[in-house]
């Protein structure tokens, strides 16, 4: 049914529809809503379990993973300084090997104080283990978390499905609700067997020696290798029965582009325009979405920007030290490339800083023009 | 000597040997005394600590129940979790139980317990208290009595020890309890109490340490013995946050008793032995207060 | 492709999974200090004379096995009912709770026993077939017949006065010890298959057909046990006069029922047990006025304290450091004793104070009746010609375990020169038994008393010898306080044996007996109180409390441990409250 809905309350449609049985969670701008609307629901009867109103997001994790581990199906939220204190626990959650969805509504992180949209906070904790897909608008988020489910208790990992704040968290847009039986029919009742059986008793997680403790990882690791086809059978499957599909990146105009911009979230919705208004005026220029962080799309975006002379990256995002990280993330992708594109790194809308078609024009326009910076990012804001 | 109840009890054991607590360890019997009385449907959540040594690396496990190892300040949040899924399995009749040292109870796990405490989350939670962190070399707690050697307050420690109970009382958990290992029966008992209860039950234990409290092996027993008949550590329940009950009547022996049997005290002066003593005879008279006040 | 159906197979590898126990390890290789269940001696039995295993009877009492405790006092002690009432429990001096707070009421526990214990039938013992006889049946002559025919001998007492029983029976007066309470004691006597012959005394050669050449000649061995009951004179002017009664002679026409008549005014001479008794027999039998004098002060006096708590409570005076001087007649009526002061003067090498009578210090006072019981010695006559030899002192001479001049003829108790208390003639007349099986047997005494020797004696137990299925007991191993864990056993009022209804009325004008025996709950708070020092109760402490789940309950009760895995901490045998657990391998 289609709907007039903000993000926040898509991504609660989502968990809903999901039937996920335990909710822990922590309120923090600009998640609230999402928690908001679960307790709403919880009190209305309509969630298929429960929820649990933690002291911390750093608890909230921890009782989701223990939960998960007991056998139930979990969701969290968080933004921001919650991720940031989740740390230890993303690392526990992935470690453990638990289906585990979170949605992490970007915010930008102290110091300095302040509330706008910005990828730094997910970003920065690519190493963790978990999955992580970017989402454009309300629409794709809630399709993302549905599918994140079946993605993450096949693989026995879990996933972060990440949104702009306020940009996607809290703008009305209308979205296509699936109805329950639909839903049903794509994702089946948990069933991933407990780890805490009386009648055959073990002490699960405990302490290893160095070597094993490397083979746990290496088995990891490769786990998060073989997500890349249950990723894109989820994404088939959620096409078939409900009617939409994503796929880890999108390529808009790619083909024969000069230029190709590279974004992921909201801003891609920005980039859309500016990319549309390019060819208009005669620029071959190009956009490629980046949709999942991990496990990194690596062949598609080869496949891609194959034959493309310029990239531009645009990062809601800078790691001090070395730049924009989903351009770093793409530079290593496309390393060993014959002809590999020239790449230029744009660091825009940090915190939510506004970032217009025009700016990203410029943007597009500077990395063609072979002046642009190589060594470092450029910062563009108004 | 032993009651019915104990008498009764299962001759099954939830701990195995072999385990490698040091030898004449308390934490090791308190484990053992819990999950005797806790039997076989129940699931363990264990910390980085001593108990995270004793249980034993991979492929082992020193524990004949599902057992986690679990982060250090998080030993209440995932009991919470796993409360509240066996509660949506419908599998209700298995108690899940928490145990964290005083450290992962007193200072680092002091906020995911309270949080916990006051969502009153289905399990027992249990400190065993050896008065330091001990797994990772004798460092001073919030839980180390005033003026004692550690490794990190060599000329003793200035803060008192926390008064824990309260600040549990002040949560208003349905069932509250303080345990010795030198008085099992009543620790037992206690256990039992726990078991039946629905929502929060927290039980503060006091396991000697023979390595950080510098006493030979096998002292523990005795240690916690006097720690209860001095007064040190009183034996007593809160109900709801309201209701005092002293469980054991102690001797009253001079504190003396207890200090002079343990090296983390030698340093003592007489004059900080009467401060003690004052200081015990001060917390008994709150607590029979305390008891006496909730008769009203 | 399908939503993945996971089973366990498919997380196991992916995460550490422990299914192994660490029974693999095994931790007993750590320490080669392991602990074993001995069971030790606890202080009241090396302190009690007769060796009772008082430990082991308050345990048995501790789990509601009264039978049981009465029938571990009588693998000792022939005369728990008895002793229960009278005697001077050296035991409680010994006792280690008094340490903590009062020393543990174990007469009154003895006596709770043998109230309320039914006897148990005798153990049929491998009967032998030598035959011996036993010449008085007192305390000792009863003990050493009583032992005897647990160890299988088959005995015979000869006792010349109607009644067995001596000393008890006409000695000490029925408000301390009711004579159906010492009939029905000795009548268990009987079910040993021991007979007693009254009315038969042994007189010397040629004076009667029981004489000791006789007994000699038709049984194996002899053990002589008559007592010492003739009481001594004043040694004054006018001792001679009816009215001046002897005391032993006094009590035992009493108990017979053939009382003279006392009436108006008693002095006793003499405050010894005897004296006492005679006082206070007196004041019951209608006297006015008794008084009680002994030349002693109060410190040096040999009766009990609660006995003399008793003469009070009879309305009787006492005068201290006061000696007779002379019996005033007129004609043949007696009517006063002259008296002295005495004062204590310098110590001799024991330790002992000179009397010395106070110059000018005589009084007088009118009296009806004087009793003498300023003490007794042997009737020896009947050893005439016998071959056993009389000491200066007049007793009955013995060497070795009691061995007399003549082989095979063996003396205890009073008559021997034993010490004048009932537990000690009993613990005689043991001795006495032991001589004589290994008279008998071609043993040396002294060898074999060391192995049943209780820690340092001199009391000894035969259990080895007649109960082998008792546990092993480390009889040289005394448990003293300092080693018992004490920490939690409450603090608790000793209770007190209690006062019969005839005992607290004022006057005293009845026999009825004066004590009232521990009321049942009393009893229980008392057998509470008891430490059971070396005694393992199967309280459970040492199991509960092993860090290491390395102590196993045994099938026949008793512990076993679990060598691979104990560590040899020691908590066991540090917490044990009884001292059971000993930690091998030099801890």
């Known amino acids: 049914m289609r709907q007039l809905l903000a993000g926040n309350y898509a991504v609660a449609e989502a968990v809903r529809l999901a039937r996920v049985q335990f909710v822990a969670a922590y309120p923090i701008t600009p998640q609230t809503p999402i928690y908001e609307k679960l307790s709403d629901m919880e009190n209305e009867g309509k969630l298929a379990g429960v929820m649990m109103r933690t002291e911390s997001e750093h608890s909230a994790m921890a009782a989701c993973v223990s939960a998960s581990l007991t056998g139930v199906r979990t969701f969290t939220a968080t933004a921001s300084q919650g991720l940031a204190l989740m740390h230890e626990m993303l690392h526990f959650a992935s470690g453990n090997r638990v289906p585990i969805v979170m949605c992490n509504v970007n915010r930008v992180l102290a110091v300095p104080w302040a509330f706008g949209s910005d990828q730094s906070d997910s970003l920065s904790q690519r190493d963790t283990g978990w999955l992580q897909f970017y989402c454009e608008d309300a629409q794709e988020a809630l399709d993302t978390v549905i599918q994140a489910y079946r993605i993450a208790e096949n693989a026995l990992l879990p996933v972060l499905v990440a949104i702009d704040g306020f940009f996607t968290s809290h703008f009305i847009e209308p979205v296509e609700v699936p109805d329950q039986e639909t839903v049903d029919a794509y994702l089946p009742p948990f069933r991933v067997p407990t780890r805490f059986d009386i009648e055959s008793p073990a002490y699960i997680s405990n302490v290893v020696n160095p070597e094993q403790y490397m083979g746990y990882r290496q088995r990891s690791f490769e786990d998060v290798e073989a997500t890349r086809p249950i990723i894109r059978e989820a994404n088939a499957e959620y096409e078939r029965i409900v009617g939409r599909g994503y796929g880890v990146i999108e390529a808009v105009d790619t083909e024969g582009a000069e230029v190709v911009l590279v974004t992921s979230g909201a801003m891609t919705g920005t980039a859309r325009v500016a990319v549309a208004a390019m060819r208009e005026k005669g620029v071959a220029a190009g956009l490629l979405k980046l949709k999942a962080l991990r496990p990194f799309p690596r062949e598609e975006v080869r496949e891609a920007l194959a034959g493309v002379p310029k990239v531009a990256v645009i990062d809601r995002d800078v790691s001090l030290g070395n730049g924009g990280i989903w351009c770093q993330e793409l530079k290593s992708a496309l390393y060993g490339m014959e002809r590999p594109p020239v790449v230029t790194g744009y660091i825009a809308g940090i915190c939510g800083a506004d970032v217009s078609p025009d700016m990203i024009e410029q943007m597009a326009l500077d990395a063609l023009s072979g002046k642009a910076r190589l060594d470092l990012p450029t910062f563009v804001r108004k | 000597m032993i009651t019915e109840a104990t008498a009764k009890m299962e001759e099954q054991e939830y701990m195995r040997c072999g385990h490698m607590a040091c030898p004449g360890c308390g934490e090791a019997t308190a484990l053992r005394l819990v999950l005797k009385v806790l039997g076989k449907k129940t699931i363990m959540v264990i910390l980085p600590s001593c108990v995270g040594v004793i249980s034993a690396t991979y492929p082992n496990s020193t524990f004949a129940v599902p057992c986690f190892h679990s982060a250090f300040e998080i030993a209440a949040p995932t009991a919470s979790g796993i409360s509240a899924a066996l509660r949506l399995q419908g599998r209700e009749d298995v108690t899940a139980v928490a145990f964290a040292g005083d450290g992962g109870t007193f200072d680092i796990g002091l906020q995911s317990l309270s949080g916990a405490a006051d969502r009153n989350d289905n399990f027992i939670y249990v400190c065993l208290d050896n008065e330091a962190y001990m797994n990772t070399g004798i460092q001073s707690s919030s839980s180390t009595p005033q003026n004692t050697w550690t490794m990190t307050t060599p000329g003793g420690r200035r803060g008192r020890k926390k008064k824990f109970m309260q600040i549990i009382a002040a949560h208003r958990m349905p069932y509250a309890a303080t345990a010795s290992i030198g008085h099992p029966e009543d620790l037992m008992e206690k256990v039992r109490k726990a078991k039946a209860i629905k929502g929060m039950k927290f039980l503060h234990v006091l396991t000697p340490c023979s390595t950080g409290w510098r006493m030979p092996e096998h002292m523990s027993a005795r240690a916690a013995q006097l720690a209860v008949e001095t007064r040190v550590f009183p034996l007593y329940e809160v109900i709801d946050g309201r209701e005092y009950r002293i469980t054991h009547e102690p001797k009253g022996l001079p504190v003396d008793e207890y200090v002079r049997i343990q090296g983390r005290f030698r340093h003592f002066t007489s004059d900080d032995i009467r401060r003690l003593q004052a200081e015990v005879d001060e917390e008994w008279a709150l607590l029979k207060g305390l008891e006496k006040g909730c008769k009203a | ?587």
């Open chain 3, 1 to 587: 492709m399908a939503y993945r159906d996971i089973t366990i197979k498919d997380i196991e590898p992916i995460i550490p999974f422990s299914r192994g126990s660490t029974e693999v390890f095994l931790t007993g290789q750590w320490s080669a200090g392991k602990p074993a269940w001995v069971e030790k001696t606890s202080p009241c039995r090396q302190g009690c004379p007769v060796g009772n295993d008082i430990a082991r009877a308050f345990a048995a009492a501790s789990k509601g096995r009264i039978d049981e405790a009465l029938a571990v006092f009588r693998d000792e002690n022939p005369l728990p009912a008895v002793c229960g009432r009278v005697c001077y429990h050296p035991c409680e001096a010994a006792c280690n709770r008094k340490e903590m707070d009062e020393a543990v009421n174990i007469r009154g526990f003895e006596r709770f026993c043998a109230d309320h214990g039914r006897v148990a039938a005798p153990r049929p013992a491998a009967v032998r077939k030598e035959r011996v006889a036993v010449v008085g049946s007192g305390p000792a002559g009863l003990s050493a017949a009583y032992h005897l025919a647990r160890l299988g001998f088959r005995v015979t007492i000869f006792e010349a006065l109607p009644e067995a029983g001596g000393m008890l029976m006409y000695g000490i007066p029925e408000y301390r010890l009711p004579k159906a309470v010492l009939r029905k004691e000795i009548g268990h006597l009987a079910r040993l298959g021991v007979r007693i012959e009254t009315g038969a005394p042994v007189t010397a050669e040629g004076a009667g057909p029981l004489t000791l050449g006789a007994l000699r000649r038709d049984y194996a061995a002899v053990f002589l046990a008559t007592g010492s009951h003739r009481g001594g004179g004043l040694g004054v002017e006018g001792e001679g006069v009816p009215g001046v009664l002897e005391g032993i002679a006094f009590l035992r026409y009493v108990a017979m029922h053939e009382a003279p008549e006392v009436k108006g005014r008693v002095v006793v001479v003499g405050g010894g047990n005897t004296g006492i008794d005679c006082a206070r027999t007196a004041k019951r039998l209608g006297a006015r006025d008794v008084t009680v004098i002994d030349l002693l002060s109060k410190s040096e006096m040999p009766a009990i304290a609660e006995d003399l708590e008793g003469v009070e409570a009879d309305g009787i005076k006492i005068g201290l450091l006061t000696a007779p001087k002379r019996i005033i007649a007129e004609g043949s009526r007696l009517t006063a004793i002259e008296c002295v002061r005495m004062s204590l003067g310098p110590s001799d090498a024991g330790g002992r104070p000179a009397h010395i009578a106070v110059a000018a210090s005589e009084f007088v006072m009118p009296v009806d009746t004087v009793i003498m019981a300023v003490g007794q010695v042997p009737e020896l006559a009947f050893l005439a010609g016998s071959g056993v030899a009389a000491t200066a002192k007049g007793m009955i001479g013995t060497g070795v375990a009691g061995a007399t001049a003549v082989p095979g003829v063996f003396a205890g108790g009073d008559a021997s020169g034993g010490r004048a208390f009932v537990a000690d003639a009993i613990a005689s007349g043991k001795m006495g038994a032991l001589a004589i099986y290994c008279y008998i047997e071609g043993k040396d005494a002294s060898i074999e008393y060391e192995a049943l020797r209780i820690g340092a004696g001199p009391s000894f137990t035969f259990a080895p010898l007649v109960n082998p299925d008792r546990p092993r007991v480390d009889l040289s191993d005394v448990v003293t306080y300092d080693r018992l864990d004490t920490i939690c056993v409450p603090f608790a009022k000793r209770n007190d044996n209690t006062k019969s209804a005839a005992g607290r009325r004022r006057p005293a004008d009845s026999f009825a007996e004066i004590a009232a025996g521990l009321p049942r709950k009393r009893a229980e708070a008392e057998i509470a109180r008891c430490f059971k020092c070396g005694t393992c109760i199967a309280c459970d402490l040492c199991f509960l409390l092993c860090p290491d789940i390395s102590i196993l309950k045994a099938k026949a009760g008793g512990y076993d441990v679990k060598s691979d895995y104990c560590k040899g901490c020691g908590v066991c045998a540090s917490a044990c409250p009884r001292q059971v657990i000993n930690m091998g391998g030099g801890r």
